[in-house]
């Protein structure tokens, strides 16, 4: 099992920014991340794998930027302009496969990092 912790979230007014981590217990292949706002299902919002190749949904393309460190096992995710709609708790994920795709096949999470965006 891998563990995942993530940081750096909290309460921010639109239009301000983020920077989310993500400290894995081993290396790692894909990671991704993840949100969930209250009522919501599950959103994909980046991923990446370790040589750097990157995916956003289109919901945070050019505002969001998924990035590691594959020495520190870190991922990281800068949230730029930040929207209300953006308030979700943020989860960081992560699983053994050649194929990053945005999709719900990631098997080892972490515990979040709660994102509040006001108005």
């Known amino acids: 099992q891998v563990q995942l912790v993530e940081s750096g979230g909290g309460s921010v007014q639109a239009g301000g920014s983020l920077r989310l981590s993500c400290v894995a217990s081993?290396?790692?292949?894909?990671m991704a991340w993840f949100r969930q706002a209250p009522g919501k299902e599950r959103e994909a919002v980046a991923s990446?794998?370790?040589?750097?190749?990157?995916m956003h949904a289109d919901s945070v393309k050019g505002r969001f930027t998924i990035s590691r460190n594959n020495a520190k096992n870190t991922a990281y995710l800068q949230l730029n302009s930040l929207k209300p709609e953006d308030t979700a708790m943020y989860y960081c994920?992560?699983?053994?496969?050649?194929?990053?795709?945005?999709?719900?096949?990631?098997?080892?999470w972490g515990q979040g990092t709660q994102v509040t965006v006001s108005s």
């Open positions: 990446i794998n370790p040589y750097a190749n990157a």
């Open positions: 994920a992560t699983r053994r496969d050649i194929d990053c795709s945005l999709d719900q096949g990631y098997n080892y």
């Open positions: 081993a290396s790692t292949y894909c």
